[in-house]
């Protein structure tokens, strides 16, 4: 089955610039999509198809995608960019996530 | 904005059948496909499955057994029947509205935490 491998934790200090890759085979030939997670509250899409940002997303949040891996790019990232990262993709009409990421901004 | 509402028991018993459902208030049921995914307590997501506003269904293949997934047009709502639970099915579920086919997931419900125990 299809699989989606991101890092389990991220660090940045505030301002910096955050990168969480997502790693699937051949996964440049899909759309990627990037949900945000704060803690206690529901999946927040921040990015699809890629590199959309959906209306309310600040500009900071980027996306990218070819050959194996996606990535999500936060520019100048704030406190309240603290939050678990997941990645999603469709494979044979099933979604899958990747395992999350956990991007502590200190 | 589209407001989407899991509502369901918080408790049930081990080999039971667990009924959910998901209100979709502030927008149509229809033209869209819709999703179920669940997330244990401190894990990821898991995406169970899906339906189109017609019925058309998709379900991971992991619980497809086990999963029946449903939709009500005259209520815009859909239904999550998960049978044959055991304490590994205990996590947030989540309803949320899918743009395409293969789409991405615009809009989640809050979730609600169903728990299986004896």
């Known amino acids: 089955s299809y699989e989606l491998t991101q890092p389990p934790s991220v660090s940045v200090s505030p301002g910096q610039t955050a990168t969480i890759l997502c790693s699937g085979d051949k996964m440049g030939d899909k759309f990627a999509s990037w949900y945000q997670q704060r803690a206690g509250q529901s999946p927040l899409l921040v990015i699809y198809q890629d590199s959309k940002r959906p209306s309310g997303v600040p500009d900071r949040f980027s996306g990218s995608n070819s050959g194996n891996t996606a990535t999500l790019t936060i520019s100048g990232t704030q406190p309240i960019d603290d939050a678990d990262y997941y990645c999603q993709a469709w494979d044979k009409n099933t979604a899958i996530f990747g395992g999350g990421t956990r991007l502590t901004v200190l | 904005q589209v407001r989407l509402k899991e509502s369901g028991p918080g408790l049930v018993k081990p080999s039971e059948t667990l009924s959910l459902t998901c209100t979709v208030s502030?927008?149509?049921?229809?033209?869209?496909?819709w999703s179920w995914i669940r997330q244990p307590p401190g894990k990821g997501l898991e995406w169970i499955g899906n339906?189109?506003?017609?019925?058309?269904?998709k379900y991971n293949l992991s619980l497809k057994s086990r999963v029946t997934i449903s939709v009500d047009t005259s209520k815009n709502q859909l239904s999550l029947n998960l049978n044959s639970l055991t304490a590994a099915d205990t996590a947030m579920y989540f309803c949320?509205?899918?743009?395409?086919?293969?789409?991405?997931?615009?809009?989640w419900g809050q979730g609600t935490l169903v728990t299986v125990s004896s």
């Open positions: 502030n927008g149509s049921i229809a033209s869209y496909h």
């Open positions: 339906v189109y506003y017609n019925g058309d269904t």
């Open positions: 949320a509205r899918q743009r395409t086919v293969t789409g991405w997931l615009d809009s």
